[in-house]
């Protein structure tokens, strides 16, 4: 069977002169980078670089918006922003982005949202359609990467915004499909050579398996290294290098 999927990572996380992430070797690796837009992370010396490191290196490029929280790192639960708050600072963001990118020679061709607000989403229909009209807004050719079966995915389609499915390979996951929050034990995966083989057999089964043991029927178009763990360019070239060896084929969604 042959198989096609993108390997993305969070990056350009980074923000003035505190380092985040081996970006650099990262993009050797992976073929697409989620840039932080400046509000959880990142500013715009940072996005440029990443951005074009990414062009230089070949990888795609997409916008990683999320809440105005540098201090938490955007993994905080922010409540009180209405829904039409939120869809201006994902457009905000994405714009951003757009700008910066255009300056390094490269284009955005994809949102991830990020951490607590990418969670929330899940769970709040009216902030899942947030999200979706921004993407939409700004410009109608981007996709907008979800977790498969969640809200935001089913608030895209609502919308009409293409998606691309995002599978974890670094984190565990709960029945309904949601991550495991990152308070409980062993919700971040640090064995590379481990998480590599339940990614392969995630792609291969089209499925994943939870905490609890039961079997989550899922479709992936992309999988997701985080760029913040130390272990993070260690677990993406194991990733790739297992994915490799077995006749899968890495390449960016956004270009397929």
Known sequence: MSITVDLNCDMGEAFGPWPMGDDEAMLDIVSSANIACGFHAGDPSIMFQTAETAK???VAIGAHPGFNDLQGFGRRVIRGDSPAEIERMIAYQIGAMQAVAALAGHHVTYVKVHGALNNMANEDEDLALAIAR????VDASLVNVCMPGLLMEKASHQVGVRVAREFFADRTYEENGTLSSRKKPGSV???ADAAAERVLRALQDKAVTTLSGK??????????VHGD?????AMARTVRAKLEANGVSIAPFSRR
């Open 215 to 224: 079997r989550i029927p899922i479709e992936i178009d992309t999988i997701c």
């Open 134 to 137: 921004a993407v939409k807004g």
């Open 56 to 58: 230089r290196k070949g």
């Open 189 to 191: 995966l640090h064995d």
């Open 229 to 233: 763990e130390a272990s993070a360019v």
